[in-house]
């Protein structure tokens, strides 16, 4: 296991395991803790985590985040290493380059431990983009489009009662969308865990790759400069990057590789977009099937988001006040939060109306604040099972641009509305979908080059 990842729910649970195990040093060459499933909102048991638990992992050679920082995934992608194996206690631990098994708590304390984890390695279903994405349709219609196409295919079934899920305990490998960023990526690996999947890889070339472990460098001596523990794994990381970077290489599946099932999507019949309909993610359907439903509330933010969503909702809204639905924004991380202030999206965002929340989990979670009993909601978050945003909801899972819509219509929009919206969209899309080049960001690279390793 070369990166491990334990967060706050579980992580005293994953602590008072490694006690068991009598572990003093991560064998893992990197172990993360972070702190967002609990940080908005915390329990006096959670603040006591929170003084407690970043001791404990970085005197064992771990990196602890901070409260406030934002969510694991978000940070844990940005530490990995092309083509290598990791888990983390949270289903959502799917790592956009390389491949990540999830586990509970003790699996995670025995990976972190000793550095390996028993696996059976199973078979996988290949999910085959081709052509080009058409106007008005966003990586999340992608993510609703494969549980579409399975179903059409026969190989998904969203009835409970003898229920058939090609995916469940399988690989989903992803092919088609080689010039994916690697944020854009990760939505697709996050949302496996939508699929019942044991893992997810996606197939990309070298030059986002490239790309991301230069801006994560760059990350990762700003968090040296700035504190962060365990300076050791933290540089030996870097260095692996650097290893990597030197001579960049990528693995390949063999050209007659068998799978469970192969799925076909063509990206030209994708020509609007797919939600999962309340109160199921496997319940997809195009906009054209639920427009007109009344929305009550929406919510922007969890690990499917990245600062490029947060952009688009706020240029989506530009000029508006007094919107027909409460609205909750909470960006994955603290250096989305602080480049979208300083860019004036705060201010947009505020204006309209939105409760701005901490960086991290927020109503996705379902363990913090809640929307109203009884509520309908377009969301962003990675699951809708009945009363996980709040008692009694009914929560449909779009993109942000489609929940960004929905608020300012207090409705789900026709395809003619959301495209006619969208076209402000596709004349910015330059401007508005930048990932954080943390290397090309002058606050982080100045503090970033004075630390050496």
């Known amino acids: 296991m070369t990166s491990v990842g334990s967060q706050d729910t579980t992580g005293p649970m994953t602590r008072d395991e490694l006690k068991d195990l009598a572990c003093l040093g991560f064998s893992a060459d990197l172990v993360m803790q972070s702190f967002c499933h609990t940080a908005a ?21 771990g990196i602890a985040l901070r409260p406030g920082d934002g969510i694991i995934h978000s940070w844990l992608n940005r530490m990995l290493l092309p083509d290598t194996v990791g888990t983390g206690g949270d289903s959502h631990t799917r ?4 491949i990540s098994f999830p586990a509970g708590s003790g699996l995670v304390a025995f990976a972190a431990a000793t550095g390996v984890m028993p696996l059976d390695m199973p078979e996988s279903v290949l999910v ?11 990586l999340r219609d992608l993510v609703n489009a494969i549980p579409l196409y399975a179903i059409k295919n026969g190989l998904l079934t969203v009835a409970k009662q003898g229920k058939k899920n090609i995916f469940s305990g399988r690989i989903l490998e992803i092919e088609g969308l080689p010039d994916l960023k690697i944020e854009q990526a990760f939505e697709l690996s996050d949302a496996s865990a939508e699929r019942s ?3 997810c890889t996606v197939r990309l070339n070298k030059e986002p790759i490239i790309e991301y472990l230069n801006s994560n460098i760059t990350l990762l001596k700003w968090m040296i400069a700035n504190g962060y523990e365990d300076e050791r794994s933290l540089g030996r990381r870097i260095k692996a990057m650097e290893a990597w970077l030197a001579n960049p290489q990528l693995l390949e599946p063999d050209a ?14 994708v020509h609007e977009p797919i939600v999962a ?10 906009l054209s099937d639920v427009a007109g439903a009344k929305i009550d509330e929406v919510f922007i933010g969890s690990c499917m988001t990245n600062i490029g969503h947060f952009r688009a909702a706020s240029k989506l809204l530009e000029g508006k006040r007094d919107i027909p639905v409460k609205l909750w924004v909470a960006p994955p991380t603290k250096m989305d939060q602080k480049q979208l202030t300083e860019e004036g999206h705060y201010g947009v965002l505020g204006v309209a109306g939105a409760r701005m929340e901490m960086p991290g989990c927020s109503l ?17 978050s990675t699951r809708n099972f009945p009363n996980r945003l709040g008692k009694n909801t009914f929560v449909y899972l779009g993109s942000a641009e489609l929940a960004a819509i929905c608020s300012r219509l207090g409705k789900i929009p026709t395809r003619e509305e959301y495209m006619a ?17 943390f290397d090309q960001i002058e606050d982080f690279k100045e503090i970033a080059d004075s630390v050496g390793i």
């Not at 085959?128 to 966003?138: A, D, E, I, S, Y």
């Not at 007659?256 to 019949?269: G, P, R, T």
């Not at 996705?364 to 962003?380: D, F, H, I, K, P």
């Not at 330059?430 to 954080?436: H, K, L, T």
């Open 364 to 380: 996705c979670m379902g363990n913090q604040a809640q929307v109203r009993e009884g509520a309908t909601v377009m969301s962003t």
């Open 128 to 138: 085959r983009f081709k052509g080009k994405m058409q106007p008005g349709v966003t």
């Open 95 to 98: 790592f956009p380059i390389g």
């Open 421 to 437: 919206d969208m076209g402000i969209i596709d004349k910015n899309s330059e401007s508005i979908y930048r990932y954080m080049n």
């Open 41 to 61: 909102y915390p329990k006096p048991v959670d603040v006591k985590t929170h003084h407690e638990l970043p001791d404990f992992i970085s005197d064992r050679g």
């Open 197 to 199: 999947a044991a893992g």
């Open 277 to 286: 309909c309340p109160n199921d993610p496997d319940d997809v359907k195009t």
């Open 256 to 269: 007659n590789a068998e799978y469970a099932a192969v799925i076909e999507i063509d990206l030209a019949d």
